[in-house]
């Protein structure tokens, strides 16, 4: 029931942030903080305790819910999913840490509900049932419209709504495939389901025309929570206005959970239209590489150049996936890692210089390395990282997915690879020019002059993130082989299902490793 109790520690700090008088701030902040920290301290048990030679789900249970559907509530995890459960629980109190002084109104109220955004996301990434994924996918929806809606900024509503409806747009969809698998599996064999590992199975025989919109169904709900080029207008807008703690939610986990759908449900349970559409899929993937960085290029808003990279550098993970190959699919695993880190991290630092000065526009700055040396020293470190330089975390997701593109059979060709890596030439000009037009020079504006650098709680809140960074760049293995048996099943099964000669998953449902309660 491990997995049950990572869900019930945030609800269960929601219950006590409820009970709470609401002028108990104080105790309503250390109250989120300590749940969010237990869950975090519950996922790296799983993750030493997780077995990465093992391919299947661990840890699974399963409980009945709505039989005559064979609907139930059926969790369970696997080196992909395991990594992103470990980033969610890392950031949420990272996140709330930051925002220890900079929420001030309806304090309650926003704690609560970055609690709940927490249950959301881990709810995505460990279901296992797709009428449960459907749920945890919808839920996520209203504590992040919310949280932008009332504390964002000048903007907030719009934002807010925008990413709404995007996103609700998608997710209908999505429903519809849902049932319309379900009511496939009840033709074919024998009853009504939306257990994944029943339809793993049974969805690849699927005839392809059928199948095609299953797929772009899927791909489509998904696509738009990455962002991928051009279903991308919502994010800058999002990012924009949310509070520091909602983007580097937004930016760390949420748009994770566009890429895991394509690798959990796109994938697998559509391989025939996979190949279909995989080159006009990475194709849109390095549009977004290029497009996102040269956008980035001309921001005068700090916060929206980071929210434009965010399209960039996810559509790395987009070419990883589609290149179908084992260092593309472990690449792109440790991009969606990286990118939390990293970006995670450009918008902690981007809302610590805002709570200082009320602007985010790079021409109101300049010189400011002479003033706040430590916060300069932070930032180059992680806008280097954010650029994919080598020893830092960035390089190695890059690394993988550009080499697994290039020898890709199923791209046919370099210049995806080719192109990508353009990518990485971008990056390291929006960032490095912003870094110097923000930290170099003379101190020009007066109100930069006396600035404080850093706080204790801020060191505390960035040197968590900076050693995860400095770590997944020396020794990477740490986490990718925790990864790697489950990347490798899962090419090796959309290859068999190519062939016509499917290899059952249905056998990695129950591993001896496992528990499962009915």
Not at 313 to 342: C, K, P, R, W, Y
Not at 452 to 473: C, H, N, Y
């Amino acid at each position: 029931m491990i997995l049950s109790l990572l869900l019930a520690l945030p609800l269960a700090g929601v219950l006590v942030i409820a009970l709470l008088r609401k002028e108990s701030t104080t105790a309503i902040k250390v109250t989120g903080l300590v749940f969010s920290i237990l869950a975090f301290a519950v996922s790296v048990w799983v993750f030493l305790r997780f077995d990465g030679a093992n391919p299947g789900m661990q840890f699974v249970e399963k409980f009945s819910w709505i039989p005559s559907l064979d609907v139930s509530y059926h969790l369970g995890i696997d080196g992909i999913s395991l990594l992103l459960v470990v980033l969610t629980t890392f950031l949420t109190p990272i996140a709330l840490l930051a925002s220890w002084d900079s929420i001030t109104q309806r304090l309650k109220g926003f704690v609560a509900l970055m609690l709940l955004l927490e249950v959301g996301t881990l709810g995505v990434f460990l279901a296992l049932d797709l009428f449960l994924f459907y749920l945890f996918w919808e839920f996520m929806l209203i504590p992040m419209y919310f949280i932008i809606g009332i504390w964002g900024g000048a903007e907030r509503v719009y934002a807010a709504v925008k990413f709404f409806l995007f996103t609700i747009v998608g997710s209908l969809l999505m429903l519809v495939a849902i049932i319309w698998l379900g009511a496939y599996a009840a033709r074919t064999a024998g009853g009504f389901t939306t257990d994944l590992m029943k339809l793993y199975t049974i969805a690849p025989t699927i005839p392809m025309a059928v199948q095609s919109w299953m797929f772009l169904a899927f791909t489509l709900s998904f696509a738009i929570k990455i962002p991928i080029f051009p279903l991308h207008t919502w994010l800058p807008d999002a990012h924009v206005q949310a509070p520091t703690a909602g983007s580097v939610i937004l930016a760390g986990v949420l748009l994770k959970m566009g890429t895991y759908g394509l690798i959990r449900f796109s994938l697998p349970l559509f391989p025939a239209a996979t190949f279909a559409y995989l080159p006009y899929l990475a194709g849109l993937g390095v549009i977004g590489i290029i497009y996102g960085a040269l956008v980035s290029m001309v921001q005068p808003d700090l916060k929206k150049l980071v929210a434009y990279s965010s399209v960039s550098h996810l559509g790395f993970v987009v070419l990883g996936i589609f290149a179908l190959t084992e260092e593309g699919m472990q690449g792109s695993v440790i991009q969606m890692i990286n990118h939390g880190l990293s970006t995670g991290a450009l918008f902690l630092l981007v809302g610590m210089i805002y709570d200082r000065r009320h602007t985010r526009m790079i021409k109101d700055f300049g010189g400011l390395a002479r003033v706040m040396p430590v916060f300069a020293t932070f930032f180059m470190i992680v806008a280097l990282s954010s650029a994919g330089l080598p020893g830092l975390n960035g390089f190695v997701g890059e690394f993988l997915i550009l080499v697994g593109s290039f020898k890709s059979d199923y791209l046919a060709s370099p210049w995806f690879a080719i192109f990508g890596t353009s990518g990485v030439i971008f990056a390291a000009v929006y960032l490095l020019w912003s870094y110097q037009r923000v930290f170099f020079g003379t101190v020009e504006n007066p109100e930069n002059q006396k600035l404080q650098d850093l706080s204790k709680r801020e060191w505390a809140v960035l040197i968590p993130v900076v050693v995860f960074i400095v770590w997944i760049g020396f020794y990477p293995s740490t986490f990718l082989s925790k990864s790697a048996a489950t990347s490798k099943h899962l090419i090796e099964q959309i290859e068999a299902s190519r062939r016509g000669q499917q290899r059952p998953v249905g056998d990695l449902s129950q591993p001896a490793s496992e528990t499962v309660v009915r």
